[in-house]
């Protein structure tokens, strides 16, 4: 009994099937491509926009004025807001890139879905890593902002108990 898994049985040389069957994974991943790859990938290009808004909190920092530990803090924070939109360009790109390797239209048709499947196999361990590294990047912003902030309010504490202490 044959099971609709099963792959198709053909008279032909296992070249025509392997020609055939390059045929439809190509046929599948550019019907893929201009939807899902390439409007996520420029999806992912606002991580510009993000590099943007991190330089202005970076200006904000410099420029507003306040103690030196509060204008650090708010330029730490705008670097590191920054910092993160370029980490959220990265896969933007390589999704445009195989969006367009799939576009282009060559001889052998195996070379080109090796290479796009390539590129996506690129894009998703990328894409682990930087999730990997944006979870550590936060945690460490949140222990930052944690201990920065509380070493302010112990500071400010201190020099309370101090008046209190001195006449």
């Not at 025509?16 to 390439?38: D, M, S």
């Not at 991580?47 to 200006?59: E, K, Q, W």
Request: aromatic fraction near 10%; include cysteine; glycine fraction near 14%.
């Amino acid at each position: 009994m044959s099971s609709p898994f099963d792959p198709p049985k053909s008279v032909d040389s296992p070249e025509k099937n392997e020609e055939a069957f390059a045929e439809q994974v190509h046929a599948e991943l550019a019907r893929a491509r201009i939807p899902q790859i390439g409007l996520g990938g420029c999806f992912g290009l606002m991580g510009g926009l993000v590099v943007l808004v991190g330089a202005g909190v970076m200006m904000t920092g410099v420029f507003v004025g306040g103690s030196a530990s509060e204008m650090a803090i708010v330029f730490g924070g705008g670097a590191f807001y920054g910092f993160l939109g370029l980490i959220y360009l990265v896969p933007a790109v390589l999704l445009i890139r195989s969006a367009l390797a799939l576009g282009g239209y060559i001889d052998d048709r195996r070379e080109q879905v090796l290479a796009a499947v390539r590129l996506q196999r690129q894009f998703w361990q990328l894409l682990g890593l930087m999730f990997l590294m944006i979870f550590v990047l936060y945690g460490v912003g949140i222990v930052a902002i944690g201990v920065l902030s509380l070493g302010s309010n112990l500071e400010s504490t201190f020099e309370e108990i101090a008046d209190e202490i001195e006449p």
